[in-house]
């Protein structure tokens, strides 16, 4: 039996997900399966219909970046979804290379970023890990969300919270948006941390909600770097603005800041400040 491959079952989603139409091909009556047949794919893409099964059973996991681009191409992918093939095999590749192996990553938060979070403040900004595990904040963002149980858990983690906890549906709206976008950012987090205990230990408990069983299932994948959501909060409905900065670092570590959208949102961020010296919390992470 072929072994499990992250590869060849988001070449299979992305394939299920297309509708000939969307490839220019003609629309010829009901199919058995939904998507695009392999040969219509392997003919977008330039490779024969064996090669593309190979991939597909996770038989070949070591296809040229040409055969990606080409497939890339073909699927349709987004940037982020390109960017996911290529990360998957390169992570491949990485495995076989002994350099590569026994690595330990740090998610240490480095003391600079400590104090530009406390400089920050009273912007509210936090900073995150790879799989959403919250790994420091400063307290102007923990006074908004502790309202909220977004604290719960040592470290907290948005994923954890938008899935399993109820509080987050009522505190935002546009929650099926939201909690996509928190599957697809782990999507991407397991391409390279895939083998890591505690992102295991997540997934395994986030199953918990079909709705992720879904969206995880589908491989999508989108970076959400800044944006806007409105949250339904004690002190009235925020309209919040957030920016997603990558820390240059090699732990995937992001640095979060929230500016009010509109009026009323800066009224109650700075309701929400206290009159003392700013300071942050740095919480216990793995």
Known sequence: M????????????????????????PETGRRRTPGLRREEVAALAGVSIDYLVRLEQGRDSNPSFE??????????????????????????????IPSKQGRVPDWSVPSGVLAILERLDPTPALVIGPWLDVLAFNRSWERLVAPLGMLEGEPPN???????NPQARDAYPEWAQ???????RLRSASVRW?????L????????ASSFFVERWDAHAVEEKRRGTKVIRHPAGDLRVDFEALTLPDDGGLRLITWLPGDEAT?????????????????????
């Open 2 to 25: 072929a072994e499990r491959s992250d590869l060849a079952e988001f070449l299979r989603a992305r394939r299920a997900q297309l509708h000939p139409t969307d490839v220019g091909l």
């Open 67 to 96: 055969v990606l681009d080409s497939l890339a191409t073909a699927l349709r992918l987004s940037a982020d979804e390109r960017d996911h093939l290529l990360g998957m095999a390169m992570c491949r590749k990485a495995k076989t």
């Open 158 to 164: 948005l994923a954890r919270y938008m899935l399993l």
């Open 178 to 184: 939201i909690a996509a976008e928190q599957v697809s």
């Open 194 to 198: 895939g083998e890591e205990p505690a």
């Open 200 to 207: 295991v230990e997540l997934v395994a408990d986030l199953r």
């Open 266 to 286: 800066s009224a109650a961020f700075d309701a929400a400040v206290e009159p003392i010296r700013p300071d942050l919390r740095v919480v216990g992470h793995r």
